[in-house]
């Protein structure tokens, strides 16, 4: 999952928010002297990826890929899945697209002062091109998807992906919706779990 999904993942907590928005930059553990509900969104981060990575519809999804997009399968079904996400958010919360997009700018604004260096310039692009509100677009996507393409070390096809999403939607489409509700149910599940603690009944 990508930037969208990560924060709202996070519910209404704006630690665990920040730390599940943060989790791409941060590698091995995390840095004990951020705050303990940060350090809880940049575990639950991992464990969303985890359990995405495992699910049978996203298995599935990779698999619809072709070389050479098939080794890019994960990232490109991230980014797709963000895409998925923006333009059907209001099945998902009460609150507008634009609105959330705009709040999430305006906490990693806030709290600028505890974000790894390596995110500070993705911050400044978020703000540029209006994310995460504008994933819902797909000229943004695929704008996104050639910009990573660039930063990666080796030649890779992700700058030419955008046809290949767009000719797989109608097959991607129902994969997201029937992964998606149960990564929110796990992800909350994994919230309580954790609010109740070790031994908690």
């Keep these: 999952m990508n930037i969208l999904a990560h924060a709202f993942l996070g519910g209404v907590d704006d630690d665990l928010r920040l730390g599940g928005m943060m989790g791409d930059f941060v590698r091995g553990a995390p840095d004990p002297s951020l705050p303990e509900g940060v350090r809880r969104g940049i575990v639950l981060h991992r464990a969303v990826d985890s359990f995405t990575d495992r699910h049978p ?82 000229d943004t996507l695929g704008r996104a998807l050639a910009g990573m393409s660039y930063r990666l070390s080796r030649d890779n096809p992700l700058g030419e992906s955008m046809p290949v999403l767009l000719t797989l939607e109608g097959e991607l489409w129902p994969r997201f919706r029937a992964f998606f509700p149960e990564l929110v149910a796990f992800a909350r599940e994994w919230e309580a779990g954790r609010e109740q603690g070790p031994g908690s009944e």
């Excluded at 099945?91 to 997009?101: E, G, I, M, R, T």
């Design 57 to 138: 519809a996203v298995v599935q999804a990779r698999g619809l890929f072709q070389a050479p997009f098939r080794r890019y399968a994960g990232i490109l079904l991230d980014m797709w899945f963000d895409h998925c996400l923006a333009r059907d958010f209001a099945a998902w919360s009460n609150v507008p697209l634009q609105d959330y997009s705009d709040g999430v700018r305006a906490l990693l604004r806030e709290r600028a002062g505890v974000l790894p260096e390596r995110m500070r310039g993705f911050v400044s692009y978020m703000e540029r091109e209006g994310l995460p509100a504008n994933y819902a677009r797909a």
